[in-house]
């Protein structure tokens, strides 16, 4: 049984993980292994939330050229 508050609880959960995602970045004095940890908690909560990023929503990296993939790393 689905209640409406769970679907919106879930939805809300997503749409707070994939800004997450969306908006990452190293925080001030943090290494490099916490922000991996960081990083990979974000996708595996989205995973069990059954969402999972579709070419259409992330910039399919191997379409990219190499100057648009380094510009967007370093304005990240």
Do not use: C
């Not at 879930?10 to 993980?17: E, P, T, V």
């Not at 940890?37 to 050229?65: G, M």
């Amino acid at each position: 049984v689905t209640h409406e508050g769970t679907n919106q609880v879930k939805d809300a959960k997503i749409n707070m993980l994939v800004r997450e995602y969306e908006m990452f970045s190293m925080k001030e004095n943090e290494n490099i292994s916490g922000m991996f940890v960081r990083f990979t908690n974000i996708i595996n909560s989205l995973q069990s939330l059954n969402k999972f990023y579709t070419n259409k929503e992330a910039k399919d990296l191997n379409t990219l050229p190499l100057e648009e993939l380094l510009g967007s790393l370093m304005t990240h």
